[in-house]
């Protein structure tokens, strides 16, 4: 994964926070290494996946001249 925001790649599935955290598995927030930055970990939150699945719907069904070129 590279953080959206300074740029630094990481595997995160191997982040020693997951393994310490009180919410461990459940936990749905990775965080970059490099510079602590937060997003949220699509396959373990429901809400940001129907979220992202609604959004989707909507840009596809937008008229042809509202869409960015």
Known sequence: ???QLCG???DERQLS???ACAFNERCAIICCPNCGYQVVDESKSGLAAALRRAL????RHRPAEERPA
């Open 8 to 10: 630094y790649e990481f």
């Open 1 to 3: 994964m590279q953080c």
């Open 17 to 19: 926070c997951h393994a």
């Open 56 to 59: 989707e719907r909507v840009r």
